[in-house]
């Protein structure tokens, strides 16, 4: 829109136009039967990406269940074996950067099937070594490989969720998140016990090369995909656009530096960040939690540790579907997903009440609201990226930051859980800080995710 055309009024965030009110149910009904009145062959995407996730997972857990043995075979210190747990990350990290580049200039088909390709040899390479060396190689490709999936998967869900669908479509492959531990402990444990731990990971590298071709096989973007019926292709081309605020004008592209310096990237940032300190404290000492303050034996703890991860899977998925449900077009563009981040990061702060509670049954429960509030905000937290992010071309980078971010804190997680507990003789300080990151992160939303990330110049001061 040139300069001298009638400038439209902007609606600051958080409000709603009283012109707009009337019309905005009528546009939301409207998108909704859009939808309805189309296939659903679009979520076997969604399930691809759960697969991919969930995989993703079991392969981070599959060296806790093996290393105690490889440790005794080859005569590693506790140290050591520590060391190789933490391996993965080191890649893991810097390279989320770089494959959220990367995806904005090869795509998303070429880009996640690259690092599929990485990560599948690296963890059949993982069951042929013979030395620590070798396992601090195979875990590095391994990170390397495994860190395209957070960015990949959330630029799958802009290229192919419906703006109404994004938080559901998100929640289904976050699921894995949660799934992979779930699932991938017991599993492991079952592949070693029958055929070895080298075989385990043979096993597992391959399902993971099988996912790779299915990739290749069924994945292109909807523009391209030949088995997706032509009206819904239609319906999701026309329903997936960027967030556009009220009175853009767009005088100017937006560039890298635009992202960068907007506030909404950093609240975002944080919101992921501080969720997944939270996610990490369960995925590495939920088990130990369990041992040390509440006496339990090795099956019990397995036991009882799967049931915040059900119910986490089960809100990442329902919690985004509700998301959906309650926005229309309007409030996405205006960021009021973000006060759904914020009730997700409030029910995290449960784990603030834990050491206050005697009963096995209100601190399973507590943990449970708690990590299904990291679930929930992982999920709701990328949906609202989605919705802020006004050029898609820039979406990798944007999900590149958000898991730069968020698995710094994931690094910290678990040393600081650790020593804090030393420290203390028991947990309740570790869960201090974990509760007191997650009030960290609600103010740093409500202050910062207010604007969409775009040209500082697109947007016209209200009148």
Not at 192 to 210: D, H, K, N, P, Q
Not at 230 to 249: S, V
Not at 261 to 276: K, Y
Not at 310 to 328: Q, V
Request: glycine share 10%.
């Amino acid at each position: 829109m040139s300069m001298d055309t009638k400038k439209e009024r902007v609606v600051p965030i958080g409000t709603a136009s009283p012109t707009a009110s009337g019309t905005k149910a009528m546009e939301h009904v409207a998108a909704s039967s859009r939808i309805a009145s189309v296939g659903h062959q679009r979520y076997w995407v969604n399930l691809l990406l759960l697969a991919l996730v969930t995989i993703n997972y079991i392969d981070r857990a599959n060296l806790a269940v093996a290393g105690p043995l490889m440790a005794k075979e080859f005569g590693w210190s506790l140290s050591l074996l520590g060391v190789a747990f933490s391996a993965l990350f080191w890649f893991y990290t810097p390279c989320l950067l770089v494959w959220g580049t990367l995806l904005d200039v090869v795509g998303t088909r070429v880009a996640y099937a690259v690092g599929l390709f990485i990560w599948s040899l690296a963890s059949i390479a993982t069951g042929t070594i013979n030395g620590f060396g070798a396992l601090l190689g195979a875990r590095w490709a391994l990170g390397l490989g495994e860190s395209v999936m957070p960015s990949a998967s959330a630029k799958t869900v802009r290229e192919w969720a419906p703006a109404q669908e994004r938080g559901v479509s998100t929640g289904i492959f976050t699921a894995g998140y949660y799934a992979g531990p779930a699932v991938g402990f017991p599993l492991c444990a079952w592949l070693i016990a029958s055929f070895g731990w080298r075989e385990m990971f043979y096993i597992l590298g391959g399902v993971t090369l099988l996912l790779f071709v299915l990739w290749l096989a069924v994945y292109w973007p909807p523009e391209r995909a030949k088995w997706l019926r032509a009206d819904e292709r239609e319906m999701i081309l026309a329903e997936r656009g960027g967030a556009p605020a009220a009175g853009a004008t767009m005088q100017r592209p937006m560039t890298r530096m635009d992202l960068l310096r907007n506030p909404t990237t950093w609240g975002l940032i944080v919101a992921q960040a501080t969720s997944t300190y939270t996610q990490y404290l369960f995925l590495t000492w939920l088990p130990g939690y369990l041992l040390r303050a509440q006496h339990m034996d090795l099956k019990q703890a397995g036991r009882w540790g799967s049931v915040p991860y059900i119910g986490a899977l089960i809100a990442s998925i329902a919690f985004g579907w509700y998301s959906d449900k309650l926005l229309d077009a309007k409030s996405r563009s205006l960021g009021k997903r973000r006060f759904h981040v914020v009730l997700s990061l409030i029910a995290c702060t449960a784990i603030l009440a834990v050491p206050l509670f005697h009963s096995l049954g209100a601190i399973i429960f507590l943990l449970a609201i708690s990590l299904s509030g990291s679930g929930c905000t992982l999920t709701t937290n990328v949906a609202l990226a989605n919705d802020m992010l006004v050029d898609p071309k820039y979406a990798g980078l944007l999900f590149g930051l958000l898991g730069i971010g968020s698995n710094i804190l994931a690094l910290c997680s678990p040393i600081v859980t650790g020593v804090v507990a030393q420290l203390t003789g028991s947990f309740a300080a570790a869960f201090l800080v974990a509760g007191t990151l997650s009030v960290f992160g609600i103010a740093c939303v409500l202050i910062l995710v207010r604007k969409p990330i775009t040209s500082p110049v697109s947007l016209q001061p209200a009148s």
